[in-house]
């Protein structure tokens, strides 16, 4: 029965996905709305909610390595999942039309990872009681950026045209559905997890989890990249990623014993160092515009493609 739900809830999660896509790139062309605003932070959080929803179910069972695989691998796969498309779709040279207004968004997810990349092997020993340092990092960066795209936004916020207020009403009761039925999804996971123990205390039980909370991230990427909203796309992915790694952080401050990150492994450092190279090459995708980046285009999408594969059947095979 288990089964059957999680295919009709995958089937509208797409659905919803689609629409969703649709009614940003509309309001991104017809509106005065910023961009950034609406995929950086109203999609990649509306996106990101089967993020949050098994990261915390996943705390208040005291499985915390499911809780941090899940958030990290998400965002792996977030990665892996542009850069597929980047070379399914290579003749768009997607990377070549974004701007760099999201260099912002990278930097800080940048920070974050090596702040956590540090706290987990101990080379930084800051906390706060049982708070870790890279909470506090991860929530003053995500603030700011939000700050920041709120500032940019102020000023231009207002409707252009009526027509655009239907668009809105229907943004709005799309992501209800789809918060309802991203969530109703992450539960049916879990549940499936729950029937088999040892997928559910395992790592690849909780990047199986990952993958499956990013669905909605990466239909509306697809939906997005096939409308030729490269900067949107690209906003929903690295929004998203940031935004996971805000529910961490909050996760971390329902904990009280010791924090989130004490409870990483090597499996867990191995994805906090992915993390780091797959946004630090995405980077630099999106800053390289000469005729030698002309000629290599590609080159790191299908690095991070190879390095993700790679990852996956070394887990497997181990």
């Keep these: 029965m288990n089964e059957i739900l999680f295919l009709f809830f995958a089937f509208f999660t797409v659905f919803l996905s689609i629409k969703l896509s649709y009614y940003v790139d509309y309001l991104s062309k017809h509106s005065k709305?910023?961009?950034?605003?609406?995929?950086?932070?109203?999609?990649?959080?509306?996106?990101?909610?089967?993020?949050?929803?098994?990261?915390?179910?996943?705390?208040?069972?005291?499985?915390?390595?499911?809780a941090v695989g899940d958030i990290l691998g998400s965002n792996i796969f977030n990665i892996f999942m542009i850069c597929f498309f980047d070379l399914v779709f290579?003749?768009?040279?997607?990377?070549?039309?974004?701007?760099?207004?999201?260099?912002?968004?990278?930097?800080?997810?940048?920070?974050?990872?090596?702040?956590?990349?540090?706290?987990?092997?101990?080379?930084?020993?800051?906390?706060?009681?049982?708070?870790?340092?890279?909470?506090?990092?991860?929530?003053?960066?995500?603030?700011?950026?939000?700050?920041?795209?709120?500032?940019?936004?102020?000023?231009?916020?207002?409707?252009?045209?009526?027509?655009?207020?239907?668009?809105?009403?229907k943004l709005i009761v799309t992501a209800v559905f789809m918060v309802f039925c991203s969530v109703t999804l992450t539960i049916i996971v879990n549940n499936l997890a729950k029937l088999h123990p040892y997928f559910s205390s395992s790592f690849l039980g909780a990047i199986f989890l990952g993958i499956t909370t990013s669905l909605p991230e990466v239909i509306t990427c697809y939906a997005l990249i096939n409308m030729d909203s490269y900067d949107l796309a690209l906003d929903d992915i690295i929004g998203s990623n940031l935004f996971n790694l805000m529910i961490l952080a909050l996760g971390d401050l329902f904990i009280r014993d010791a924090s989130i990150y004490f409870f990483a492994d090597n499996g867990v450092i191995v994805l906090i160092v992915l993390g780091l190279l797959f946004t630090l090459m995405c980077f630099l995708s999106n800053n390289f515009r000469n005729r030698f980046f002309d000629k290599t285009y590609g080159v790191f999408s299908l690095l991070i493609v190879i390095m993700y594969l790679g990852y996956w059947i070394i887990n497997f095979l181990g």
């Design 33 to 66: 709305v910023s961009g950034a605003f609406l995929a950086g932070i109203v999609l990649a959080g509306v996106t990101s909610l089967p993020e949050c929803v098994t990261c915390f179910s996943a705390i208040f069972v005291d499985n915390n390595l499911l």
């Design 90 to 169: 290579i003749k768009k040279m997607m990377f070549s039309k974004t701007n760099k207004s999201h260099n912002l968004i990278f930097v800080l997810l940048l920070i974050n990872y090596l702040v956590l990349y540090l706290f987990v092997n101990k080379l930084s020993f800051i906390s706060f009681s049982y708070v870790g340092f890279p909470t506090l990092v991860i929530i003053v960066s995500y603030f700011y950026y939000l700050f920041r795209v709120s500032k940019s936004s102020s000023d231009t916020v207002k409707i252009n045209d009526s027509s655009c207020d239907y668009v809105v009403l």
